[in-house]
């Protein structure tokens, strides 16, 4: 199985209004962290797309228009994502894609590759989030996640991690995001003896 660690850098929140500046994603075997592919790139927007930016998002990633002029543009990022995707053999059933807030990332990303293609590429159905592992796991033991906040950095400074390294930058949060997944959940391979792993004994 397959695991699509992905994130996304935006101009603001609305994928109605906003649009996706920057995409990142590391395609990693889930049993064994090996590394499959990597891609990062920055998005070519219009000046129009660009005028809707919302100053606090540009705040936090810290991208501005000169470099989103050096950018490729959405149509050429798609045919590269569905090459990588083809090349490697994305397919549902054999992998699925992990975001700190997939409602967010997915929206972005759809704006690349829209969900009728998707479909027809069958490429994964389900995007996983780690917010709702960690919440998962935690619940069954203090600190509870609403008392320690579900966000990557917060899910981080529990696990005595650092935070992801500032501007935000898409490849950042992809690293930043496996950092907190193997903390979080673990890789089978490495982990042998994760207490999600123990199986019941044969009967």
């Not at 049993?31 to 919302?54: C, F, G, M």
């Not at 090459?83 to 997915?106: H, L, M, T, Y």
Request: overall charge negative; charged content about 25%; proline content about 8%.
């Amino acid at each position: 199985m397959l695991g699509i660690f992905l994130d996304t850098e935006t101009n603001g929140l609305n994928p109605h209004k906003h649009c996706i500046l920057q995409l990142a994603y590391r395609i990693i075997d889930i049993e064994t962290k090996q590394l499959h592919h990597a891609y990062e790139i920055v998005i070519e927007q219009s000046p129009l797309n660009w005028d809707r930016s919302d100053k606090k998002s540009l705040e936090i990633n810290g991208f501005d228009w000169e470099t989103i002029c050096t950018g490729i543009p959405p149509e050429e990022v798609a045919s590269a994502i569905i090459a990588d995707f083809a090349n490697i053999g994305i397919k549902r059933g054999e992998a699925v894609f992990i975001c700190q807030n997939p409602s967010f990332d997915r929206a972005f990303f759809s704006q690349l590759v829209d969900p009728d293609m998707q479909e027809s590429l069958n490429w994964p159905y389900h995007w996983l989030d780690l917010a709702s592992m960690y919440w998962a796991i935690h619940i069954r033991k203090e600190p509870f996640p609403w008392q320690t906040g579900v966000s990557k950095d917060k899910i981080s400074d529990t696990y005595s991690l650092p935070p992801e390294k500032k501007p935000h930058r898409a490849m950042n949060g992809v690293n930043h995001l496996i950092e907190c997944y193997e903390a979080v959940v673990g890789f089978p391979s490495k982990l042998p003896e994760h207490p999600l792993l123990t199986r019941a004994p044969n009967r």
